[in-house]
Nanobody, 124 residues
Framework: VELVESGGGLVQAGGSLRLSCADSGRSFSRYAMGWFRQVPGKEREFVASISRNTGTTSYADSVKGRFAISRDDAKNTVYLQMNSLKPEDTAVYYC??????????????????WGQGTQVTVSS
């Protein structure tokens, strides 16, 4: 799996962005996918994840109701729709993947494939 994020940028508070993460591999549908973010000087934090097959989702409390993760296995792509953005959402956003044999949300520390990240900046 090789992950490439896109869609980051500068947006005003209250605005929206959609991040995309494309995989050039052949087995995307077998992976659970996640989005994480990191601010300089802080640890990387979980944002959202989606299982293989059933598309079961999980979100960090800080983004529930504002962000939505989805996947399109035909396009080998996972998305993160971000609405009602806040300045505290400013971070580098990373896409991640982990192979799973069943449609489950894996533990955060099991993600072992990462993209290069895309910067999201929310101005107040």
């Amino acid at each position: 799996v090789e992950l490439v994020e896109s869609g980051g940028g500068l947006v005003q508070a209250g605005g929206s962005l959609r991040l995309s993460c494309a995989d050039s591999g052949r087995s995307f549908s077998r992976y659970a996918m996640g989005w994480f973010r990191q601010v300089p000087g802080k640890e990387r934090e979980f944002v959202a994840s989606i299982s293989r097959n059933t598309g079961t989702t999980s979100y960090a409390d800080s983004v529930k109701g504002r962000f939505a993760i989805s996947r399109d296995d035909a396009k080998n792509t996972v998305y993160l729709q971000m609405n009602s953005l806040k300045p505290e959402d400013t971070a580098v956003y990373y896409c991640a993947a982990v192979f799973t044999t069943i449609p489950t949300i894996p533990p955060i520390n099991e993600y072992d494939n990462w993209g290069q990240g895309t910067q999201v900046t929310v101005s107040s």
